[in-house]
């Protein structure tokens, strides 16, 4: 497997963004609602989100315009059964829980993906009626930090995940953990646009394809900057 880069698009400062003049203002949501995963089915949007400790855990929102969103469900009511999870022996899951999940839908099947350090694994959930919401949930270890869920057009399923040095892993067909047979081959670290700005490293990976080129979305914050947006475009091969 090898995936080529052929071009690092220009990086994006953040800036304010006047709302639309045709009834949407910001914030749409008036709520707490990190690490956002966004995805279109026909003409719906549906998008998931991080609750982290609480449960049920990672909310599932549905929205036609991207202004209107209605909470439709969560992924799990509880992740796992451990004392950091269960407020046992003095211990906590406060502000770990489930970080950053991934919502992916590939040939009628709906996926919601995230990883726990406290559980110390990754899991994926899967369902067909996103509306209904029967999860099926599968796990593996270890937790893949900050991933993103990626289907391509050869049937090979990929995880990009990590912070700093971003890697590149190939699934096995069911999704129950790494093909063993095949090998990182992706290695990205954050690049210095400039001498003036101290950015913290590439994480919150995200996977796009369109036609025969691949995509990489990336956040990088730091002191000086509010966010840097960075796009890597290549193909798996």
């Not at 998931?48 to 036609?64: D, E, F, L």
């Not at 590939?106 to 919601?112: E, N, S």
Request: proline share 4%.
């Amino acid at each position: 497997m090898k995936f080529v880069i052929v071009l690092l698009a220009t990086n994006i400062l953040a800036i304010r963004v006047p709302a639309q003049r045709n009834g949407a203002t910001n914030p749409i949501i008036f709520a707490d609602v990190p690490d956002m995963s966004i995805i279109r089915v026909d003409d719906m949007y549906y998008m998931s989100s991080t609750t982290m400790h609480m449960a049920p855990g990672v909310p599932i929102m549905k929205s036609k315009d991207l202004v209107n969103w209605k909470l439709i469900g969560y992924a799990y009511d509880t992740l796992a059964s451990n004392d950091a999870l269960n407020l046992n022996n003095g211990t906590s899951a406060y502000g770990r829980g489930s970080w950053a999940s991934c919502l992916r839908f590939h040939q009628g099947v709906y996926y919601i993906t995230t990883f726990s350090q406290t559980t110390g694994k990754t899991h994926i959930f899967s369902c067909q009626d996103i509306n209904k919401g029967e999860w099926k949930e599968t796990s593996f270890s270890p937790d893949y930090h900050d991933h993103s869920l990626f289907f391509d057009d050869d049937g090979r399923v990929y995880m990009i995940y990590g912070s700093g040095i971003i890697k590149l892993i190939e699934l096995s067909a069911d999704l129950s953990g790494k093909n063993q047979e095949r090998q990182n081959t992706l290695s990205l670290k954050t690049p210095v646009p400039r001498q003036d700005l101290t950015l913290c490293s590439h994480q919150r990976g995200h996977n796009y394809s369109r036609s025969t080129v691949d995509f990489i979305c990336l956040t990088s914050f730091g002191p000086t900057v509010v966010c840097v947006q960075w796009w890597y475009t290549g193909q798996i091969k």
